[in-house]
């Protein structure tokens, strides 16, 4: 009998297994292209740097054009491209020591410079 009861207790996690897969499956399958993917709050790039705003900035400044670089408090930021229509903007603000370093592309902006630059540019940038 007690090898019975034994079995059960044994076996009950191996159940469970199938379950936690399933659910682990269904939380993995979220799409990355529905609303929040566009959402112009969404950033395009958000890291962490050990370089200044500055450093940061005169760098993007050499690397992109069009690049217009305004203040707010602590935080550097940038507009990236055309003076009518701004691709990119960028928000590098100061944390312990550090940079954090945000970029936000929004919905109906154009993509000059072309993505794939931007964050090229971003991490030659940041590191």
Request: with cysteine.
């Amino acid at each position: 009998m007690t090898g019975n009861a034994d079995d059960r207790i044994m076996k009950r996690p191996f159940l469970l297994v199938p379950a936690v897969a399933l659910t682990a499956t269904l939380a993995a399958c979220g799409s990355s292209s529905g609303p929040a993917a566009h959402d112009a709050s969404a950033p395009l790039v958000y890291v962490s740097s050990t370089r200044t705003p500055a450093s940061i900035a005169a760098c993007l400044e050499e690397h992109l054009s069009r690049v217009r670089v305004s203040h707010a408090g602590a935080a550097t930021e940038l507009a990236v491209g055309a003076d009518s229509h701004n691709s990119y903007f960028v928000t590098l603000t100061p944390l312990n020591g550090s940079t954090v370093v945000k970029v936000v592309h929004p919905d109906n902006a154009p993509d000059d410079p072309p993505e794939e630059e931007m964050r090229f540019d971003i991490a030659r940038c940041a590191t």
